[in-house]
C-alpha cells in the first residue's frame, strides 16, 4: 500500500488513491494513509454475513466514488457476486509465480519444492483464489542459501516496483481483455515480466 502512495506522488502517474479501506480497525496502513492525507473508512467484517459485510463494502466504494480497487494485505475473500460488480477493474498482488504457489506461505513452499525462480504476480481478481488474468510478473532466483526470510524480502522488493507499475496501466487505460487473457499496450508489454523492473514502467498519458 506504501508502494502505491509514494508513486501515485509522482508528477504524470494515471492514478489517484482516494481511500484506504480495511477490514480491521487496526491496520497499520490506515494510520499511515490518515498521515498523508488520504481519505479512510473500516467496514468491518467480523461477526456478520458476508451479504451483510460485502452491501457495506460496495456502499462505501460507491461514496468516494472509487473506479478501481487495488488489493493489498487485504486477506479476506471475496464472493463471486462482489468480484462481478468489479470485474476488470480490481487487482491484487500475490507473492509467487501464479499459477505457481496460490493461498499462503508461498516462499516457504518455493523453498520446499526447490523452484530455482520465485517472484510475485500483479493480477486482475475474479471469483477464483489467486486467480485471473496476469498484468504482470517480476521473477528472482532462488538462492542455495535462502531463508523464507531472505527470499521473502528480494521478493517484496520487487513488489514494491511491479504493482504500482501494473496499477498505472489499468489506470491509464492500457489493459484489455481477449478471451481470459489480458493484454498489455505495445509499449509496456516488454516489462511486463521483468527483474528488476525498468522505471520506464511508470507511462504517461499526455
Known amino acids: 500500500m506504501t508502494a502505491l502512495l509514494k508513486a501515485a506522488e509522482r508528477p504524470g ?17 490506515l494510520e499511515y494513509a490518515r498521515a498523508a492525507g488520504i481519505e479512510t473508512a473500516v467496514v468491518a467484517s467480523r461477526g456478520r454475513t458476508r451479504p451483510d459485510f460485502e452491501a457495506e463494502l460496495l456502499a462505501t466504494l460507491a461514496q468516494h466514488r472509487i473506479e478501481i480497487v487495488a ?21 491484487n498482488i500475490h507473492p509467487s509465480l501464479l499459477p505457481s504457489f496460490p493461498g499462503l506461505d508461498t516462499h516457504a513452499r518455493a523453498l520446499a519444492a526447490g523452484v530455482r525462480l520465485h517472484g510475485c504476480t500483479v493480477h486482475l481478481v475474479n471469483a477464483g483464489v489467486d486467480e485471473g488474468p496476469i498484468l504482470a510478473q517480476a521473477a528472482v532466483p532462488v538462492a542455495a542459501d535462502d531463508t523464507e526470510a531472505s527470499l521473502a524480502a528480494r521478493v517484496l522488493e520487487q513488489e514494491h ?8 496501466w489499468l489506470a491509464a487505460g492500457l489493459v484489455r481483455l481477449e478471451g481470459g487473457v489480458a493484454r498489455i499496450a505495445a509499449e509496456t508489454a516488454t516489462v511486463a515480466l521483468a527483474n528488476p523492473l525498468p522505471e520506464r514502467a511508470f507511462i504517461r498519458r499526455d
Open 13 to 29: 502517474y494515471p492514478a489517484r488513491i482516494a481511500l484506504v479501506l480495511s477490514n480491521t480497525a487496526d491496520a497499520a496502513g
Open 71 to 91: 488489493l493489498a494485505g487485504f486477506m479476506r475473500v471475496l464472493t463471486e457476486d462482489f468480484v462481478r460488480v468489479w470485474e476488470g477493474r480490481m487487482i
Open 161 to 168: 516496483r511491479l504493482y504500482p507499475a501494473a496499477l498505472s
